[in-house]
């Protein structure tokens, strides 16, 4: 029911409200006691209930700014204490004078205890030093009813240990001790130690009675696939957290401030945010909402209310608020308040990298900020107290303030700069060489900062890797961006310092998602599509390039590439190779999707890259090696290769690419060849030899293809010889026209155009391509009717939507949709992306430009952020795991992810290679359970009756808790192969789960009606 436009909760005689009624928490996160004010989450908080419930260890990752923390412990925490589990929040002190994180894990887990009101009971007495798997299997926690408890250990803000966390030397035991908890596995130290002492061990394996939690940053979780060797768990149970909706949104204003605003006045704040996001120079934005950022805009509305005594917050309250908010925050936090307490927060609450920091009370007093001044600082929701060990420490309220501290940190040094520059002069005119001194010392200062530290934007054609970095070849001056279709803008650490930034803009100026811009290591796999307009690169102490993150137009990640982890030891000689380097590609929601070595040559070029896993490539086609040959210009030849080292002949006759580049490194010309080095066609009949021909400006104006003996050559796929382009004044194409080898009009194949022409928006993105005939008349396609179609774009430059025209401007179908599932066939489509960027579903439109089934249009408006789970896409990425460590472990995963993509055979090949020797008693039931659904399901009942015969023996001998059936569960209810007997099925992986032995054998007896011929 809408709410009213004039206020009525709160009575026009109210009292106006106070503070402490506010029921935002801005920057702060909503805490457990706030449970009943935090709404908007509630799907998010029941499946990441479930996947913790499921699994030992769970990963929760999202932007800053999403709410992973609220989320956690105003969702998570008090469902997880109703269902015998009890929250330990760790958040470790990386300080060098902080106790050993292993140690304060334990300190705070007893410290969670005892403040819940549970009893702590220790198995035995220890001395010594203790891993946490010894101290999690011999301590057990109690709840006051007498009930057991287990702990969930989260570690809030996870990649700490990556940042701050690398400065201790212990960084590297922490991890390698969860990893033993997270697999349940004896660590090494204690089978040591009970082999030297010749004891039994103290505690048992078993079943552990702990969950694991890592909460972090989406632009760290790449860094989680280097714990994969010790910790195959971190790919398995993951939870990407996403951006609301605007109903959401609303949610989150109304439910809780009901009393203080209309709907009509939270529409307002949901489009006052969005805009205000938009606007904001420290990140990108959507449409999509930000929880944190909405909550600053309700607490600074709530405030403001309150400050003018009135009882509604109003539409007036909202205009005046609009505009950047964590600017205004930030600012409006520091007034009042001296220089130093400015200078404080800018040059201690974030690292020189960027990352929030957190220091003792004690420091910020030895650097004369009061009590007063810190306390303000909280008051006013810039600032938070985080209590470690017994000691108060302050941070930054949100990671979403760091930038505008970096900032204001960099305004406060060239200010600096300025009034060192200022006062050098001053006194050169008085103390003459003296002081000519001092300034020739400044003017180095100066110089060092505009070479190696001050932003520098700079433009280029094209680049080359060079030493895991870039070298940009081909300098553009302000006139020929603004001429070119496609220009790199770099953005380096001063004039010549590393490049931290490359993107691709039009001559509009404007970024564009589809460029040559691209990883040199990584190619669009069929899991995503890879479309991106910015690099971003970080580099080691040694100055190299270790890792790079692929953004969209809104600033979110494509992919993240970590081409030289150096802490992982992967720097090495081979022969007269400079070195070779591991690299590992992850995609948005973390799954690593390819990986392998790359090799580098003398000079410091690319001269080979090996993949190791992950699908095909849309360059290499399913090459596992690709050997280049470089020059200053860029790559000059390339070289597919299988894992042997051999020419792929599966390349349609092509095994290599010749490149000849003009003196700006732009391509002109592509030649395939044969292992011999001749010139072949490519596999979808492309002659041997593509040319281009550019104008001055450096735009392919021509495009045309030649046989091996360099003469015209005709495309039989596209139908013509010869493709011409018509530019506008920024580049962009206008027209293109196509040509026969005798050098007249021709139509091309299957649409019968001669010509195409494009109209564009003021972004330069294509709104109209429209077909002509040889004389520059409107005409149809040929094989789809139309004349022209128009296209509709998202904030990401992502193609959402288009429409088709006939000749005369009026609306109409697709011929080849005429006739199917629309009858009348469709005018237009609407399109949908998931977050992985992957284009996943299509919505016909009728001639009203209306969806033929408005139902879609609600997955539609969701398939951006919401992600369904597709056993197939699973299957796939076990089937890289298991190439990338075929143990029987990783085996019987795909034998799960085989059995619910309907892959029976793989499902069935994988269980008869899985020898009983190679597995333990759990194992082998597990693996007889999968083949036995496996075979039922492909009607081998023959094959089943004996599985089930040999599985029944094994089930009167079984241990308990032998796998996790969650998925394989659920594949089972909801597949047409398993309707009958579906109970059954359902009753027997229940049991497995659970080690219950009567009720598997049991479930096992009445599936036996089930086999019979």
């Known amino acids: 029911m809408s709410t009213p436009s004039t206020p009525s909760a709160t009575g026009a005689g109210a009292p106006p409200p106070s503070q402490a009624q506010n029921p935002w928490p801005g920057l702060f996160w909503y805490t457990e006691e706030q449970a009943h004010l935090f709404f908007g989450r509630e799907a998010e908080t029941q499946e990441l209930l479930r996947l913790i419930q499921r699994e030992t260890l769970t990963v929760l990752f999202g932007r800053s700014g999403l709410g992973k923390t609220s989320l956690l412990r105003a969702g998570v925490f008090p469902r997880l204490r109703q269902d015998g589990y009890f929250p330990v929040v760790l958040r470790l002190d990386y300080s060098s004078q902080a106790a050993n994180p292993v140690e304060q894990v334990k300190v705070l887990t007893e410290a969670a205890a005892r403040e819940s009101g549970n009893d702590i009971e220790s198995t035995q007495d220890v001395s010594g030093p203790e891993t946490l798997w010894e101290y999690f299997h011999r301590v057990h926690f109690w709840g006051p009813r007498n009930d057991r408890l287990a702990p969930v250990l989260v570690f809030d803000q996870f990649e700490e240990i990556f940042t701050i966390g690398s400065r201790r030397h212990d960084e590297t035991q922490i991890l390698e001790q969860l990893a033993d908890l997270a697999e349940n596995r004896i660590p090494a130290v204690v089978r040591q130690r009970a082999e030297a002492s010749g004891e039994r061990l103290s505690v048992e394996a078993g079943t552990p009675n702990y969950k694991i939690v890592l909460s972090l940053r989406e632009d760290f979780v790449w860094r989680l696939d280097s714990l994969r060797p010790i910790l195959p768990a971190i790919l398995r149970n993951r939870f990407a957290l996403g951006p609301l909706d605007a109903a959401r949104g609303i949610e989150i204003i109304r439910n809780p401030g009901k009393e203080w605003v209309t709907d009509e006045v939270a529409q307002d704040i949901i489009q006052a945010v969005i805009s205000s996001r938009q606007s904001e120079v420290l990140d990108s934005a959507t449409e999509e909402i930000e929880p944190a950022y909405l909550n600053v805009m309700c607490n600074e509305l709530f405030e403001r209310m309150v400050a003018t005594g009135k009882t509604q917050i109003t539409r007036e309250l909202v205009v005046a608020e609009k505009g950047g908010i964590l600017e205004s925050l930030y600012e409006r936090s520091l007034l009042g308040l001296g220089d130093s307490v400015r200078e404080f927060v800018e040059e201690h609450l974030v690292t020189a990298t960027g990352f929030r920091a957190t220091i003792p009370v004690e420091e910020a007093r030895r650097e004369h900020i009061s009590d007063d001044d810190l306390q303000k600082l909280v008051d006013r929701r810039l600032l938070r107290f985080e209590d470690r060990l017994g000691t108060r420490h302050v941070e930054l309220a949100h990671d979403l303030l760091t930038g505008l501290v970096e900032k204001g940190r960099e305004r406060r040094n060239r200010g600096r700069l300025r009034q060192q520059l200022i006062r050098a002069r001053f006194r050169a005119a008085i103390a003459g060489t003296v002081a000519l001194l001092a300034l020739s010392a400044l003017a180095l200062t100066v110089l060092y900062w505009l070479f190696y530290v001050h932003p520098n934007v700079s433009y280029y054609a094209s680049f080359m890797r060079r030493n895991g970095s870039y070298e940009m070849i081909g300098r553009l001056s302000t006139e020929e961006i603004g001429h070119r279709a496609e220009s790199l803008r770099v953005t380096r650490k001063g004039f010549r310092g590393e490049v931290q930034a490359v993107e691709a803009i039009n001559g509009y100026g404007h970024l564009i998602m589809d460029s040559q811009l691209d990883s040199s290591l990584f190619f669009p796999t069929s899991g995503m599509s890879g479309q991106f307009c910015r690099l971003e690169f970080s580099y080691d102490e040694k100055g190299q390039a270790v890792y790079e993150i692929a953004r969209d137009m809104q600033g979110r990640i494509v992919f993240a590439l970590n081409y030289a982890p150096a802490q992982a030891g992967a720097l090495k000689k081979v022969g007269n190779v400079r070195n070779t380097r591991l ?431």
């Open 583 to 1013: 690299f590992f590609v992850v995609g948005a929601d973390g799954t690593t999707l390819s990986s392998g070595d790359i090799h580098y040559d003398s000079q410091g070029y690319i001269s080979e890259i090996q993949f190791l896993s992950g699908g095909g490539t849309r360059m290499t086609l399913g090459a596992t090696v690709i050997d280049q040959t470089n020059s200053k210009l860029g790559v000059t030849e390339q070289q597919f290769l299988d894992s042997n080292g051999d020419p792929l002949p599966a390349n349609g006759g092509f095994v290599a690419k010749a490149y000849v580049r003009d003196a700006q490194g732009e391509l002109i010309q592509t030649t395939f060849e044969d292992a011999s080095g001749k010139p072949v066609p490519s596999p979808d009949a492309v002659p041997p030899m593509v040319r281009w021909q550019l104008d001055k400006w450096g735009n392919q104006i021509e495009e045309s293809y030649f046989d091996a003996a360099n003469k015209p050559a005709f495309w039989e796929a596209g139908g013509f010889q010869r493709d011409e382009f018509t530019l506008d004044d920024h580049g962009s194409l206008k027209e293109e026209r196509f040509f026969g080898p005798d050098g007249k009009p021709i139509a091309q194949k299957g649409t019968g155009c001669y010509a195409y022409f494009y109209e564009r928006d003021q972004s330069g993105n294509g709104t109209m391509k429209g077909c002509l005939d040889a004389q520059g008349a409107p005409l149809n396609y040929a094989d789809a009717g139309y004349q022209r179609v128009a296209f509709q774009y998202d904030s990401s430059e992502r193609t959402v939507g288009n429409l088709f025209f006939d000749r005369d401007g009026k609306p109409v179908a697709d011929k080849r949709s005429i006739g199917t599932q629309y009858p009348e066939g469709c005018f237009g489509w609407l399109w949908g992306y998931d977050q992985n960027f992957v284009h996943t579903n299509s919505v016909c439109l009728d001639a009203n430009g209306k969806a033929h089934d408005p139902a879609q249009l609600h997955d539609l408006a969701h398939v951006s952020h919401e992600v369904s789970f597709d056993f197939d896409r699973a299957f796939q990425l076990d089937q890289q795991l298991v190439a990338q460590d075929p143990t029987p472990g990783y085996r019987l995963d795909l034998e799960e992810a085989a059995l619910t993509a309907d892959r029976f055979d793989v499902c069935q090949a994988q269980a008869t290679n899985t020898l009983d020797s190679e597995l333990n008693p759990s194992q082998i039931i597990v693996r007889d359970a999968l083949l036995l659904a496996c075979q039922y399901a492909s009607g081998n009942k023959t094959a089943a009756r004996a599985t089930l015969v040999s599985l029944t023996g094994r089930v009167n001998r079984m241990s308990a808790g032998v796998w996790d059936f969650d998925g394989t569960r659920y594949y089972l209810q909801t597949s047409n192969h398993f309707q009958a007997g579906s109970d059954e099925w359902d009753k027997l992986f229940l049991s497995l789960q659970k080690g219950d032995e009567k009720g598997a054998a049991s479930a096992l007896s009445q599936l036996q009606p089930l086999l019979k011929d």
